[in-house]
């Protein structure tokens, strides 16, 4: 296609994009540039998710029946044990913010990359180095200790677990870089007139979770650094035989693990709130309640860590304390839900994939939470604690919101940095797949948790089995959809159909950058407009999104646009006061509509000028007195000349058939 | 690559003038400078809870068994704690000057307060060697390891594992099963605590025969049959002469056994004590006594057993100190005399210092060594940083437009001193 | 905090405040002056607790002096100093927290001084031992 439109629309472009910019293996694996390290971790990340996924399949394959169907004792403890550590620190903690948010938030800041590239791939390459530890377990028996390494057990167990804690260390560090250098990127790459009211609440959540990564993370370095040393050098610190306290390492281990969990779940949310905004084209409700309670959940997220140790010999006190706090931090989760519900409300609601994602993480997370607060109930937890009860809730948060918002995420942002469509059926069929897969998996393991079902056991009482049943063949369903995703996403970066730059009609600025961003992601500097303001941005073609205002489209296109869509300013150019009188009096109309109109979309519709004289009548209703008298002016004389112009032709006609 | 590379330098706007270490993705070297400050400040943030578990297990020990720490510190050397405080003040006033030589474009001042920064760390780890190997060297180790051949006091231990100066025994430790493999310890049966009742003083030791008679209701009857004094038994052997044997030389005096000088020590072999003692109801805790080496329970016989008797340490007829006057210094083996009047808390120490450790008091030794260990890494690291830092100096990196890395590193060394300001007291200095 | 707009214009400032030699030099003399303090306070017993509360007085004062002033922490931005307080924060409440649960902690193996377990003496037991 020639057309003006059509050049503009696939970008730029007077260089390369960032992924021809240089070629060669070497150029990535040496890359300064954010978006080529968060696409190294990308590629790390849905790796070590197909990895420990299969892993759980062959959990939940041997728990189809009771007795040993496949794995047992120590070997069945060995695949949760990698399952969860896999997941946990390779795929869940880095997922969004290491790999979404090293693409997409500098972008989305109008920066050229983060403050510390350098340090960037450093931490890229710790990632690396953790991983390759963690899998290095495995030829000299693994780990069978649980992901959460528990003393004694992990001082006396026969597996290696100095080498898994190795990785685990500088999994760590990798993370406490990556948050370090995003909160310094936030701070101080963020253009003229982006205050931080003006932030993308991804950028939000990407800061609240950076937070929490450099203050939790050493906390975790340092203890299983001591764990190290103790299994090595028998220092006695958790070993009670020499002096020392085992419930000690829980309470180091979950002043870590507790903050990380929020640190896998606070970026999810920040997508979730760019996803519902985008596709329901309205702005967020309550932006600033969203942004505080970012903040706030991961201030109070270090409140709470005992409530995971309700039943480890923690006292009472200690036990009555966390309980109480643990209500608190379902509060700041609670409003973001409320607010992105809002959100939806009278939104134009288009179901593309990211889309379905997001609404499953709303059911889901929902379901996530609660079942949380049910834990934190001290005597609750006492019967529940070690059940199924607590695997299905935290699956929930974790793989059903988390690692949902993060495919969502990945959808919503693929087109963006490798420039090519996803097959959008196949991503809605998966992601329909994703949820009824996932909800199969983990409901009945909440019944079966609390009719007394223990984690982390191989075999069980067979009154159990059909909840197990019907669990495995979710996990099928599950992992058959995400395997697929993953799959046609990799196949779509070479063969997908080119994108265009705005496929969603997103408004943050990574829409404005070229599709795929060039080396310093944008080709002219990114002007900033208000934020979740989905008026100006119209659907030229099917999926494919401009904003109309001047800076983006050239004048011309901008103002032909405008008229046609009833939105023409003083601004615009060509339009006559006819039009401008119109788009005035349309826009009043459409006030009034959405208002008392609830089963309509409040998103304004184009002009139409035969209904025109009605609408008149009802942008009255809203109109100061006299306020409509110049537009109805106008009109009328538009009219007037309309006619006049109208007979001309027809007396001119009636003139030459005279003459 | 060039001409996109070109397409952006208006955007970017940075002084073609200015340092050509300035990023491209900066403004201007103000821009990239506060950004690193930012950045090395939340390190920093990060480092302090990197250390908070340490404190966090000191604080809990110190809080819940003070006993510990008020026993083993006094294992510390203040002085070499102070002197290692005063070098690292010193080397964080260089560093800071450093900063304000390269922010001055002073070069030579740069340089020299670099590497006196790096001699100075250098020091502070030569001082930490000097501890740590001493440490070693007395068996003042960590958890498992904790095995220590002196009191604080100076009273020698008889230790499990052998290797300290003075120790005569030849007990061999299996530190997995947790008992002697070889050799054994008897104590004599003093059952007094020095601490309440007072050391006691001229204690005689034999070496009896007993017979062990086993009534009809079960319950054991032991009647001494013969005794002699141990003197004729044992031969005080000197350390060379217990070097020699082991290396295979000849026995000085084969058929007796070595003495020991009377000193606390823990029961390594707990199931030898005398049956007396059982029989009387009161425990025979190892006190202070004579202990001499048997070798096996087999070799020696079953029916020999140590005993020991002692007088009750006379009563004071003038105060002297516990540790000794000029006159009258305190001296291993002689009997010394308690202070007539309730002991403050720094005699109570001292006289607890004497005695043998309360239980755990490896955990002291783990916290001291995971605390002391942990921040002498970070000093290491922080040689390895300022080596670097030196490096560049000498090649003219550093102008007032660029000295981000000296400033930064300036910082972290403050943090590695800070962490030492609070350790120094927290180990050294306790009360 | 914004790019190019803040420019710093103050050029004979420099990128930063410069500390004096006399503020150096009267910051590391203080803290040497404050080590000997320290050292000779223990000489002195007042009792346990509050020879601690001594020491951790003059630790807080000298940390606050190198802070300040070696730190330059008195001269530039203030969320410098909030990140570093934050830090302070979340330290304290990991020991405060801590302390709580393990104060609570009771004594379930008391050593009684007098009538600790004893063993046997005599002949070995033929049965196992």
């Known amino acids: 296609m020639a057309t003006p439109a059509a050049k503009r629309i696939h970008g730029p472009v007077s260089e390369p994009d960032f992924m021809n910019v240089t070629k060669g293996i070497r150029s990535w694996l040496i890359t300064l540039d954010h978006k080529r390290i968060g696409m190294m971790y990308l590629f790390g990340i849905l790796i070590s998710l ?610 | 690559m060039s001409t996109a590379h070109d397409a952006h330098h208006d955007d970017h706007g940075h002084g073609h003038h200015g340092s050509r270490f300035i990023q491209h993705h900066y403004d201007d070297a103000q821009h990239q400078f506060d950004a690193g400050k930012l950045g090395i400040w939340i390190f920093l943030a990060q480092e302090v809870l990197f250390f908070s578990a340490l404190f966090v297990a000191y604080i809990l020990y110190r809080v819940h068994h003070g006993e510990l720490y008020s026993y083993a510190h006094k294992y510390l050397d203040v002085k070499y704690g102070a002197i290692n405080t005063a070098i690292l003040i010193f080397s964080s006033l260089t560093a800071a000057w450093a900063v304000r030589c390269a922010q001055r474009n002073e070069r030579a001042g740069l340089i020299l307060c670099l590497a006196t920064t790096i001699a100075c760390a250098f020091g502070f780890l030569g001082i930490k060697y000097i501890e740590y190997s001493h440490k070693y060297h007395e068996q003042l180790l960590f958890g498992r390891y904790f095995d220590p051949c002196v009191s604080p006091g100076g009273n020698e231990f008889i230790t499990k594992s052998n290797d300290c100066p003075g120790s005569k025994g030849s007990v061999h430790w299996d530190f997995g099963a947790g008992k002697a493999t070889e050799g054994c310890y008897e104590s004599s049966t003093i059952d007094q605590d020095p601490q309440t009742e007072g050391v006691q003083a001229d204690c005689q030791v034999f070496e009896t025969k007993v017979r062990i008679a086993r009534g009809a209701d079960g319950k054991e009857t032991v009647t001494e049959t013969s005794r002699k004094p141990i003197a004729e038994r044992c031969h005080e052997w000197s350390l060379e002469e217990a070097e020699a044997e082991a290396e295979g030389g000849k026995q000085e005096a084969p058929e007796k056994f070595p003495c020991w000088k009377p000193s606390y020590q823990p029961a390594v072999c707990p199931d030898l004590t005398d049956a007396t003692a059982r029989a009387k109801g009161t425990a025979a805790r190892p006190q202070v006594g004579i202990l001499v080496e048997y070798g096996d329970h087999e070799e020696r016989g079953e029916d020999i057993v140590i005993k020991a008797e002692c007088k009750p340490a006379p009563k004071v007829t003038k105060e002297l100190d516990i540790l000794g006057t000029p006159e009258h210094p305190m001296q291993l083996g002689k009997p010394t005399i308690v202070k007539s009047h309730e002991l403050t808390t720094h005699e109570r120490h001292e006289l607890e210092a004497m005695g043998p450790p309360p239980d755990h008091t490896n955990m002291f030794f783990t916290i001291y060594f995971a605390m002391t260990g942990l921040h002498g890494i970070h000093v290491f690291a922080g040689i390895l940083v300022f080596m670097w830092l030196l490096i560049r100096a000498l090649k003219g990196h550093f102008t007032p437009d660029y000295f981000g890395p000296i400033d930064y590193a300036a910082l972290y060394w403050h943090i590695v001193d800070l962490i030492w300001i609070f350790l120094f007291p927290l180990l050294y200095l306790i009360h | 905090m914004a790019s190019a707009a803040e420019h710093h214009d103050d050029h004979d400032h420099g990128l930063a405040h410069v500390a004096s030699i006399k503020t150096l030099v009267a910051t590391g003399g203080t803290l040497l002056f404050l080590t000997l303090v320290t050292v000779l306070a223990t000489k002195i017993d007042f009792g346990a607790n509050i020879n601690l509360a001594i020491a951790m007085v003059i630790a807080v004062t000298k940390a606050t002096l190198v802070i300040l002033f070696f730190m330059h922490l008195r001269y530039d931005r203030l969320f410098h100093s909030v990140v570093f307080v934050s830090a302070l924060l979340g330290a304290a409440l990991f020991v405060g927290f801590t302390l709580m649960d393990t104060g609570q902690y009771q004594q379930t193996n008391i050593w009684n001084p007098s009538a600790p377990p004893v063993a046997p003496i005599g002949p070995r037991p033929t049965t196992g031992g």
């Open chain 1, 50 to 659: 197909l990895v420990g996924g299969a892993f759980a399949l062959i959990v939940r394959t041997e728990l189809f029946l009771p007795g040993k169907q496949l794995v047992a004792g120590d070997t069945y403890n060995q695949f949760f044990t990698l399952h969860g550590a896999v997941m946990v620190f390779l795929v869940i903690i880095p997922g969004i913010p290491a790999a979404l948010g090293n693409i997409i938030m500098p972008i989305q800041l109008g920066a050229p990359d983060v403050a510390f590239p350098r340090l960037n791939l450093a931490s890229f390459y710790l990632w690396v180095s953790g991983a390759i530890l963690l899998v290095l377990t495995i030829p000299f028996g693994s780990l069978d200790t649980g992901w959460t390494l528990y003393t004694p057990y992990s001082l006396e167990s026969k597996t290696p677990v100095l080498i898994a804690v190795c990785g685990v260390f500088l999994l760590g560090f990798s993370s406490i870089f990556t948050g370090l250098n995003f909160i310094v990127t936030i701070h101080k790459f963020r253009p003229q007139g982006m205050g931080w009211f003006q932030l993308p609440l991804n950028v939000w959540a990407i800061y609240a979770t950076g937070i929490m990564q450099v203050l939790a993370t050493p906390v975790l370095g340092i203890t299983v650094l001591l764990l190290a040393v103790e299994r090595f050098a028998h220092i006695g610190i958790f070993d009670p035989t020499l002096g020392g306290d085992p419930v000690l390492f829980q309470h180091f281990f979950w002043f870590y693990s507790h903050p990380a969990v929020y640190i896998m779940i606070i970026p999810g949310m920040g997508v979730i709130s760019e996803l519902i905004s985008t596709f329901s084209r309205k702005p967020i409700f309550g932006y600033r309640f969203i942004a505080y309670s970012s903040i706030s959940l991961a201030l109070l997220s270090f409140l709470v860590w005992g409530h995971h140790m309700f039943v480890s010999g923690q006292s009472r006190l200690a036990n009555m304390v966390f309980s109480a706090l643990t209500f608190t931090v379902g509060i700041p989760s609670a409003i973001k839900v409320f607010n992105w519900v809002a959100t939806l409300y009278k939104g134009d609601i288009r179901l593309k994939t990211p889309m379905l994602y997001a609404l499953s993480f709303l059911l889901l997370f929902t379901i996530g939470g609660l079942t949380g607060l049910f834990l934190g109930i001290l005597s609750v937890d006492v019967h529940l604690h070690d059940t199924y009860f607590v695997v299905a809730h935290f699956h929930y948060v974790m793989m059903g919101s988390t690692l949902v918002a993060f495919l969502g995420a990945l959808h919503y942002w693929w087109p963006k940095f490798t420039g090519r469509m996803y097959p959008e059926s196949l991503g809605k069929i998966c992601a329909i797949g994703v949820f009824f897969g996932f909800n199969l998996t983990f409901l009945p393991q909440f019944v079966m948790g609390s009719r007394g079902m223990p984690r982390r056991y191989w075999d069980y009482d067979p009154h159990y089995q059909i909840y197990h049943q019907l669990s495995t063949v979710g996990a099928f369903v599950l992992g058959i959809s995400i395997f697929i995703s993953v799959m046609y996403l990799f196949a779509s970066f070479k063969n997908g159909p080119k994108a265009p730059r705005n496929p969603w009609g997103g408004s943050s600025l990574e829409w404005q950058a070229p599709t795929p961003p060039t080396l310093y992601n944008f080709e002219k500097p990114p002007v900033l407009h208000e934020l979740y303001n989905y008026d100006d941005i119209v659907e030229v073609e099917p999926d494919v999104w401009e904003r109309i205002t001047p800076t983006e489209v050239e004048p011309a296109v901008a103002d032909e646009i405008a008229k046609k869509t009833g939105t023409a300013t003083e601004h615009t150019a060509g339009a006559t006061e006819a039009d401008k009188a119109a788009a005035m009096i349309h826009a009043k109309a459409e006030e009034v509509k959405a208002e008392s109109k609830l089963d309509e979309s409040s998103r304004a519709k184009p002009l139409d000028p035969a209904k025109l004289p009605d609408e008149i009548e009802i942008a009255k209703k809203v109109a100061g007195a006299g306020e409509l008298v110049p537009a109805e002016q106008k009109l009328a004389e538009a009219e007037a000349e309309a006619k006049a112009k109208a007979a001309e032709p027809a007396k001119e006609e009636s003139d030459k058939e005279k003459k």
